[in-house]
């Protein structure tokens, strides 16, 4: 009898212990996407005609699948109009969340503002948005990578 309640308990304390450890590791998980999406949403406002071909790659080299095919089919695009309006902005995150996911994927939204200056606008314009990223773990370096970037109301 008592040979059984031991096994019980320790069966018992196995179950537990490895949804702890679960629990931990997606928490883990999310802390980092959020992490990574809150760095990409201020790379992608970020930018300026003096390093424009640096922060159009940083944007890049941050995501994955069709939003990073999408990205580089455009960025000659991109490229031109920053440097024809000698663009430079940089922005800041406000609040950021993460709204659902698993052990390698998560929807973070983001409220950032961003100080926009260029030839129609030299002193400067704020303007503020919300995005929503879809990040993926990239299974290779397991970074968390946006697969795809949306402005959200």
């Known amino acids: 009898m008592l040979a059984a309640l031991l096994v019980l ?5 196995a179950v537990v212990g490895n ?5 931990r590791a997606m928490d883990r998980g999310w802390q980092e996407a959020l992490a990574a ?12 005609v003096s390093t424009v071909d640096r922060d159009l790659q940083r944007i890049i080299e941050g995501s994955t699948g069709q939003f990073r095919e ?5 960025k000659a695009t991109f490229r031109t ?9 940089t922005g800041t995150v406000l609040r950021a ?7 390698d994927s998560a929807v973070v939204l983001i409220a950032i503002d961003a100080t926009i200056r ?3 606008n ?5 303007s503020h948005y919300r995005l929503q990223l879809d990040m993926a773990r990239d299974a290779e370096s397991g970074r968390w990578l946006v697969s795809l970037l949306q402005f959200v109301g």
């Not at 109009?81 to 902005?89: G, K, N, P, Q």
């Not at 030299?122 to 704020?126: A, E, I, T, V």
């Open 9 to 13: 308990a320790l069966a018992a304390l």
């Open 19 to 23: 949804r702890w450890y679960d629990h």
């Open 37 to 48: 999406g809150k760095q990409a949403a201020v790379n992608f406002v970020s930018l300026s």
């Open 70 to 74: 999408e990205y580089e089919r455009n």
């Open 81 to 89: 109009r920053i440097v024809e309006s000698r663009a430079e902005a």
């Open 97 to 103: 969340g993460v709204l659902s996911g698993d052990r």
């Open 118 to 120: 260029n030839t129609g």
């Open 122 to 126: 030299p002193d400067g314009r704020l």
